[in-house]
């Protein structure tokens, strides 16, 4: 493939496997769908291989490891989706916070917003292809290379939760730094979530346009507001982004599906999935039966095994997926497990994991 011929985001090569996109519209499948959160990451040897010796952003910067990376998953297992490998802190570095990622530790923020006046140092007007083209440029190629074996899906973190990063400066357990701002400043703080979702909206809309095939948004920290929080700063953020991404889409003849999957949020499944997204994500704590029930059968679910289900033996796990598929159905569904792998987990689990799915959910369906 020329040089010329992979830049472009056109002339992709066909899809053959669309499973996953016509399961997230609730249309009829052979088999569940199923893909892992963090399917490209460090369980993997030949991921630690490529990553090795390599700052972690500056990888995120190079679409040719983002594409060998993204690939990675799909040589070893019968996936149904890929995911682009890049990272949701990219958004607070296109505003200008310095992020590094520190072995050990995680992501961190030297300078992290301590005060409503530290808006100022954000950039306000983000020109989304010019920080962050070298995400569209690795969807691009990747689309490409990927030759239409699965759909790639490209991603963004929720305002709140990149919200919570930036006062936080990293990780937290308590978010009580970022919390601390929706109680004693919440005009700040919506100004910041407003801010946020204007670059999402964009970021989401270009890499449409570079070729990701789906979307999810990540609310990962939805699980440390309670329901009002939740309905004040979160849920509406989620909303606007859904709304203003579809009617761009629509300007450009364009539609493609959107996944929100918000952490330990239970009691907004309601709410979530009447929120303009076709699929809903859960995490492991939400019993399928109970959100099959409150989502009503408007939207597809996603999820949720307990991604430590994977340090079972290989026929236990092939047991919870048969009863995880029973639960939710196989018809508007999309197999993963509640959260990311682990980096300790034993790639031939995940294998096991992917292939219990396909083969109980094909059986499922014939016997239907
Ligand atoms: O060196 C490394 O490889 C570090 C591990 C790692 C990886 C593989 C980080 C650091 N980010 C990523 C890639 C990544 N991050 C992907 C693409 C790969 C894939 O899923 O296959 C995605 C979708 C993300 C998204 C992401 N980053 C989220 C949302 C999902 C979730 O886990 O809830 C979050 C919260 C982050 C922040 C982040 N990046 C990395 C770490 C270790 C963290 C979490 C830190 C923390 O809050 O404790």
Known sequence: MSDAAVILPEDFPQLQNDTFLRAARREETEHVPVWCMRQAGRYLPEFRETRSGKDFFETCRSPEACCELTLQPLRRFPL????IFSDILVIPQAMGMDVQMVAGKGPTFPEPLKEPEDLQRLQANVDVSKELGYVFKAITLTRHKIQGK?????FTGAPWTLMSYMIEGGGSNTHSKAKRWLYRHPDASHMLLRMLTDVIV??????VTAGA???QVFES???VLGPEEFGEFSLPYLRDIARRVKEGLKKEGQDVPMIVFAKDAHYAVEDLSQSHYEVVGLDWTIDP???RERSGGRVSLQGNMDPCALYAPKGRISDIVKKMLERFGTKGYIANLGHG????MDPESVGAFVEAVHQHSK???EQL
């Open 150 to 154: 699965v759909p790639l899906i490209g």
């Open 289 to 291: 039966r109970s959100a």
């Open 363 to 365: 059986r499922m369906i």
């Open 202 to 207: 964009q970021y989401l809309l270009g890499q």
């Open 213 to 215: 095939q789906a979307l």
């Open 341 to 344: 792998l682990y980096p300790d």
């Open 80 to 83: 149904d989706a890929a995911i």
């Open 221 to 223: 920290h939805a699980g």
